[in-house]
C-alpha cells in the first residue's frame, strides 16, 4: 500500500508561484508512473501533469506546459510540480497519484492510490 502526502498548497496572488510536494509515506514510488490532478469546486478532476517511473516522458494538460512543471526524485519517493504565473482559473484541491502499470497516465482511472490533496488558490 502506498501512502501519498501533498504539501505545498496555499494562497498566492495572480502571478505567483507554487511548487507542490508528494511524497510516499510507505513504500517506494520509483517503479510508478506518477500525476498531478486537480478538481475545482462544481468541476470534474482535471489531469495537470504526469511523469513516467523513468523520468524520461513527461505529459502535461493542453495550455500548461510552459507554465507548470513536473518533476521527480526518486531517492527521494518525491514528485513536484512547480506552478508559475499562476491565475484564478488554477484555484482547485491538487491531488497527486501513483500508477503502477505506467499507462495511460493522463486518465484518472488508470492510477491506483491518490493522495488526500492539497488546496491552492489564486487570489485576484
Known amino acids: 500500500q502506498v501512502q501519498l502526502v501533498e504539501s505545498g498548497g496555499g494562497l498566492v496572488q495572480v502571478g505567483g508561484s507554487l511548487r507542490l510536494s508528494c511524497a510516499a509515506s510507505?513504500?517506494?514510488?520509483?517503479?510508478?508512473?506518477l500525476g498531478w490532478f486537480r478538481q475545482a469546486p462544481g468541476k470534474q478532476r482535471e489531469f495537470v501533469a504526469a511523469v513516467s517511473w523513468s523520468a524520461e516522458n513527461t505529459y502535461y494538460a493542453p495550455g500548461l506546459q510552459g507554465r507548470f512543471t513536473i518533476s521527480r526524485d526518486n531517492a527521494k519517493n518525491t514528485v513536484y510540480l512547480q506552478m508559475n504565473r499562476l491565475t484564478p482559473r488554477d484555484t482547485a484541491v491538487y491531488y497527486c497519484?501513483?500508477?503502477?502499470?505506467?499507462?495511460?497516465?493522463?486518465?484518472?482511472?488508470?492510477?491506483?492510490?491518490w493522495g488526500q490533496g492539497t488546496q491552492v488558490t489564486v487570489s485576484s
Open positions: 510507505d513504500g517506494t514510488l520509483s517503479t510508478y508512473g
Open positions: 497519484a501513483a500508477n503502477s502499470r505506467n499507462n495511460g497516465l493522463t486518465i484518472p482511472f488508470t492510477y491506483d492510490y
